[in-house]
T-cell receptor, first 112, second 115 residues
Framework: AQSVTQLGSHVSVSEGALVLLRCNYSSSVPPYLFWYVQYPNQGLQLLLKYTSAATLVKGINGFEAEFKKSETSFHLTKPSAHMSDAAEYFCAVSRPGNQFYFGTGTSLTVIP | DTEVTQTPKHLVMGMTNKKSLKCEQHMGHRAMYWYKQKAKKPPELMFVYSYEKLSINESVPSRFSPECPNSSLLNLHLHALQPEDSALYLC??????????????FGAGTRLSVL
């Protein structure tokens, strides 16, 4: 069963515009949630993680995500897109039993 | 240190070759994973080792043979691969799962091309 859903396989924004990448999870218990970024021809880099310490999580490169239990969402945002943000972004969730599930990914294009 | 090191970074092999991918971590993690990733797709889980024992095999063909010689090392032995096996192979490690879940740390991957 799909545990995280990423809405929008492709997102395009202008340089300097707000970046919003959507992720919804399915769980009756707040899980651990993650955003990973993958630049072309590279491995996965952890952007940020939610482990229940705070609902607003700040990550690297100016990204942040807010955990909203009422909406079962964990959307990723950045106030101002930069050309270097163009990459593939994956939302992921982990559950007990060493289970780890990725969303289908969102490809971000930044238009100059 | 949250580093997972994978070698080699790139590998080209013929269908009759035997090669190995290597993964190393020194974070004291007792769970290690192999994933396969095709372009523009999420990583697909292949194998999970817990306490150096194979705990999950996601019906991976026998031409892929994992090995965990100790708690810091994970190998993936390759033999008689097919061109469709060309992909990015990712290694990850984590603590053994608690009641909430795990945080996985990924290596940079090995880009494999099978000719």
């Amino acid at each position: 069963a799909q545990s995280v859903t990423q809405l929008g396989s492709h997102v395009s924004v202008s340089e300097g515009a707000l970046v919003l990448l959507r992720c919804n999870y399915s769980s009756s218990v707040p899980p651990y949630l993650f955003w990973y970024v993958q630049y072309p021809n590279q491995g996965l880099q952890l952007l940020l993680k939610y482990t229940s310490a705070a609902t607003l999580v700040k990550g690297i490169n100016g990204f942040e995500a807010e955990f909203k239990k009422s909406e079962t969402s964990f959307h990723l945002t950045k106030p101002s897109a930069h050309m270097s943000d163009a990459a593939e972004y994956f939302c992921a969730v982990s559950r007990p039993g060493n289970q780890f599930y990725f969303g289908t990914g969102t490809s971000l294009t930044v238009i100059p | 240190d949250t580093e997972v090191t994978q070698t080699p970074k790139h590998l080209v092999m013929g269908m009759t070759n035997k090669k190995s991918l290597k993964c190393e971590q020194h974070m004291g993690h007792r769970a290690m994973y192999w994933y396969k990733q095709k372009a523009k797709k999420p990583p697909e889980l292949m194998f999970v080792y817990s306490y150096e024992k194979l705990s999950i095999n996601e019906s991976v063909p026998s031409r892929f043979s994992p090995e965990c010689p100790n708690s810091s090392l994970l190998n993936l032995h390759l033999h008689a691969l097919q061109p469709e096996d060309s992909a990015l192979y990712l290694c990850a490690s984590s603590q053994i799962s608690g009641t909430r879940g795990i945080i996985q740390y990924f290596g940079a991957g090995t880009r494999l091309s099978v000719l």
